[in-house]
C-alpha cells in the first residue's frame, strides 16, 4: 500500500519534470498605424497625358483699420483723356459782286495756267481767289439772258449768235460785215449784249449791240491798235469791265455802260485778263 503511493508520487514528480513551463506574456502596447496621406493625383489631359494647370489662390486682403475711426478719402487721379479737336472751319469768303480775272502774278505755265485772282469793284483788294472753280461757273452765268431763256454764243461763222435751246433755233446777232465778233456778255438786267469786234480794223474793240441785232454801239477807241478784249457786265448793268493792252501788259479797265470814264483796275507790271464780273 505505502509503495503504491510512492509510486504515483513518483510519477506525477516525474510528468511535471517533463512538462515545459507558462510563462505568462508580457503585455506589449499595441500601437496604432499613423494615417498616411494620400497625394491628390494632378489632373491630366485625356488626350495628351500633360498636367492641367491648378488654379491660382486668390488672396484677399486684409482691412487695415483706421486710426480713431476716422480714414482718409482717397484720392483719385484722373485719367487724362484726348479730346478730339474739330477742324477748322474755313471762314466763308464773299464772291458775289467781286471781279475775278487771270493773272501770271505767280508765274504759272503751260501745264500749271494762269492763277485766278479777284479784286472790288474799285479795284481794291486784290488778292488770289479762295474758290477758283467760280471763274468758270461766273462765266457760263454771264452767256445767259436775265430770265435764262436764251444764250449767247460764238457761231462757226465767226460772229455772235443768239440760240433759244427750248427749240435749238438760233440766229446771227452782230453781223459786223468783214470782222469777226467774239467774246459776248449779256447784260443781267435787259437785252443787250457786250462783244469784241475787229469791224473797226484799228485793233479789237467792245462793242454793245440788243439781242435782235439792233443799236450796235461801239464803246473803246484806241489808235494804238491796243486790244480791248472780254467784257463783262457788273451785277446792275451800268458798268462794264474789260482787259486791255493800251498801256503795255495786260490790264483790267473798268468803264460806264456808254463807254465813258474808263480807267485801269489793275495798275500794276503782270498781266491781268479776261474778268469776270461775278452775279
Not at 510563462?23 to 489632373?43: D, K, Q
Not at 474799285?122 to 431763256?149: F, I, M, T, V
Not at 469777226?180 to 438786267?189: C, G, L, N, R
Not at 448793268?237 to 483790267?252: C, D, E, L, N
Request: hydrophobic letters at 35%; charged letters at 20%.
Amino acid at each position: 500500500m505505502k509503495s503504491s503511493l510512492a509510486l504515483a508520487l513518483v510519477l506525477l514528480l516525474f510528468v511535471l519534470s517533463c512538462s515545459p513551463a507558462v510563462i505568462p506574456a508580457a503585455e506589449v502596447p499595441t500601437v496604432a498605424p499613423s494615417a498616411t496621406e494620400t497625394p491628390i493625383p494632378t489632373p491630366t489631359d485625356a488626350w495628351y497625358g500633360t498636367p492641367r494647370p491648378t488654379g491660382t489662390a486668390t488672396v484677399t486682403p486684409t482691412a487695415t483699420p483706421c486710426p480713431d475711426g476716422i480714414c482718409p478719402t482717397p484720392t483719385v487721379t484722373p485719367t487724362a483723356t484726348n479730346t478730339p479737336k474739330a477742324p477748322p472751319t474755313a471762314t466763308p469768303v464773299k464772291i458775289a459782286g467781286k471781279i475775278l480775272f487771270l493773272t501770271d502774278r505767280e508765274g504759272g505755265s503751260w501745264f500749271s495756267g494762269p492763277a485766278v485772282w479777284m479784286m472790288d469793284p474799285d479795284g481794291s483788294n486784290q488778292r488770289p481767289c479762295p474758290d477758283p472753280a467760280a471763274y468758270d461757273r461766273a462765266l457760263e452765268a454771264q452767256k445767259w439772258s436775265p430770265d435764262h431763256n436764251y444764250r449767247v454764243f460764238v457761231g462757226q461763222d465767226a460772229q455772235v449768235r443768239v440760240e433759244f435751246p427750248q427749240d435749238n433755233s438760233s440766229w446771227d446777232v452782230s453781223k459786223t460785215g468783214s470782222g469777226i465778233a467774239y467774246d459776248p456778255a449779256w447784260s443781267p438786267v435787259d437785252d443787250r449784249i457786250a462783244f469784241v469786234s475787229t469791224e473797226s480794223g484799228a485793233g479789237d474793240e467792245v462793242y454793245t449791240i440788243r439781242s435782235d441785232g439792233s443799236g450796235l454801239r461801239r464803246l473803246t477807241y484806241d489808235k494804238t491798235h491796243a486790244w480791248d478784249k472780254f467784257p463783262t457786265w457788273s451785277p446792275d448793268g451800268t458798268r462794264i469791265a474789260f482787259w486791255s493792252s493800251r498801256t503795255g501788259p495786260k490790264q483790267i479797265w473798268i468803264m460806264d455802260a456808254d463807254g465813258g470814264n474808263q480807267s485801269n483796275l489793275s495798275q500794276n507790271d503782270f498781266s491781268d485778263y479776261e474778268p469776270v464780273w461775278v452775279r
